[in-house]
């Protein structure tokens, strides 16, 4: 009998290590227990709502101008590693960033599954940030010895204290790192794979805190020096932090209880998520929607289909790829209210990187040239497709060639992005393959 329940115990505690788990609910009842953190939270919160209003108010608003935003990413637990796997945690950090890129651009691949589930939903949109979010590389925090120039990722720093898992000391931030949206990915006990404060603050140091198993994805080659830090199924697709970014930028889950009357202030006080009591969990990534069969999770409790694909339920994230365009006005409104505490010197200038560099012809086929108008100590070149797969990186070092002809290995026809990277800093720049 003993063995019979240890054998069952076992297997529930395996079936709760495969749903998503978000500890932000617990997080934020921790803030809310503290005057003085609950204070800050609240009058943030009446910003936050004044922008929201305007922005719903203004039916003309401009969304063409591109959010640049100063990303630190952090290692906590990294310290004694080699140089050489902290080339393979860098390299893995921004594959993470260049997929919250894709998501939040709605430029993942998978958004297409959208067109064929559609007409279900009536009055929801996908939704776009327009955002870009930038691993720092310029003027970086006193003490934090990074040299200029190189990227925002440290490893062994106590960022947050042991013991410190939500708001016991300091509520998860570090002001040293005030300006940066700051993630941390370390190992989270419980079964939790992220969390963040509803509504974060760069002012404070505020931090998203990522577990170290659901970090990122499969770099291309999958380097065993990751070790300890290569995302598992089926969390491998860097959508966790996709989720608990959207806490950071004021959204809550899309499972917060059927609609009252007035669905501003009901829910997740997002209009165009259809609501639903309850999170869905398990699915297969065949189905669009996915099959309530699965895991015996109705499709809807409130009388509406549920939004499976929203990035803001539990679905594993094969099965996750869509915000809606009312999240997308939400997380905007957000950012506005929270752009003056971010740093306006993190990020390299890019107008004065991109008049010392031409990248032609684009459109093309695979083949193109990188052209400097003068000479570049070293530089880096990346190409990954909308998914974030890198299909192209190379380094030259102390280069004496103001051309540089990448020619890509049989690409397919569609949109990519080329990170250059130099001493002066970082830029992006669409490519078209035809």
């Known amino acids: 009998m003993k063995l019979k329940l240890l054998f069952a115990l076992l297997v529930f505690q395996v079936g709760l290590a495969q749903q998503r788990t978000c500890g932000s609910q617990e997080l934020m009842q921790t803030i809310m227990d503290n005057?003085?953190?609950r204070a800050a939270y609240l009058e943030q919160q009446n910003k936050f709502d004044v922008e929201l209003q305007r922005l719903e108010s203004n039916t003309l608003r401009s969304t063409n101008a591109v959010i640049r935003i100063p990303v630190a990413v952090h290692y906590p637990t990294a310290g004694a590693v080699t140089e050489t796997v902290k080339t393979c945690l860098r390299r893995l950090a921004q594959k993470q960033i260049d997929i919250l890129n894709a998501d939040y651009n709605a430029a993942n691949t998978d958004i297409s599954l959208w067109n064929s589930v559609?007409?279900?939903?009536?009055?929801?949109?996908?939704?776009?940030?327009?955002?870009?979010?930038?691993?720092?590389?310029?003027?970086?925090?006193p003490g934090t010895g990074l040299a200029e120039g190189s990227v925002a990722v440290t490893f062994g720093t106590d960022f947050i204290g042991a013991g410190d898992r939500f708001c016991t000391n300091g509520c998860n931030q570090d002001t040293t790192w005030n300006g940066y949206v700051n993630i941390v990915v370390t190992n989270i006990t419980g079964g939790i794979l992220g969390f963040s404060p509803v509504g974060g603050t760069p002012g404070t140091g505020k931090t998203v805190v990522i577990d170290n198993n659901a970090f990122g994805a499969a770099l291309s080659p999958n380097p065993a020096t990751c070790t300890g830090f290569v995302p598992g199924a089926p969390y491998n697709k860097g959508r966790t932090l996709t989720h608990e970014l959207g806490h950071y930028f004021n959204l809550d889950h899309t499972f917060q209880g059927c609609d009252g009357a007035n669905c501003t202030s009901s829910g997740d006080k997002v209009c165009d998520t259809p609501s639903t009591d309850q999170p869905r969990?398990?699915?297969n990534a065949a189905d669009n929607p996915p099959d309530p069969a699965v895991s015996g999770v109705p499709v809807s409790?409130?009388?509406e289909l549920q939004l499976t694909m929203n990035y803001m339920d539990y679905v594993e994230d094969a099965c996750m790829y869509m915000f809606t365009a009312g999240q997308a006005t939400r997380m905007?409104?957000?950012?506005?209210?929270?752009?003056?505490?971010?740093?306006?010197?993190?990020?390299?200038?890019?107008?004065?990187?991109?008049n010392q560099f031409s990248l032609?012809?684009?459109?093309?086929?695979?083949?193109?040239?990188?052209?400097?108008?003068?000479?570049?100590?070293?530089?880096?070149?990346?190409?990954?497709?909308?998914?974030g797969k890198t299909i192209y990186e190379n380094?030259?070092?102390q280069s004496s060639n103001l051309i540089q002809v990448i020619n890509l290995d049989n690409p397919s026809s569609?949109?990519?992005f080329v990170n250059i990277k130099s001493d002066k800093g970082m830029v992006t720049k669409k490519l078209i393959i035809e």
């Open 301 to 303: 409790t409130c009388g």
């Open 281 to 283: 969990y398990d699915c």
């Open 395 to 397: 380094n030259y070092e």
């Open 332 to 354: 905007l409104a957000h950012y506005n209210s929270i752009k003056n505490q971010l740093s306006t010197t993190a990020l390299s200038n890019e107008t004065f990187l991109e």
């Open 414 to 416: 569609g949109i990519y």
């Open 35 to 37: 005057p003085v953190q």
């Open 118 to 141: 559609s007409s279900n939903y009536p009055g929801t949109n996908t939704g776009s940030l327009n955002v870009q979010f930038v691993i720092a590389t310029l003027d970086h925090p």
């Open 360 to 387: 032609y012809p684009n459109p093309n086929k695979g083949s193109f040239t990188i052209e400097f108008k003068e000479l570049a100590n070293s530089f880096s070149v990346e190409v990954y497709d909308v998914t």
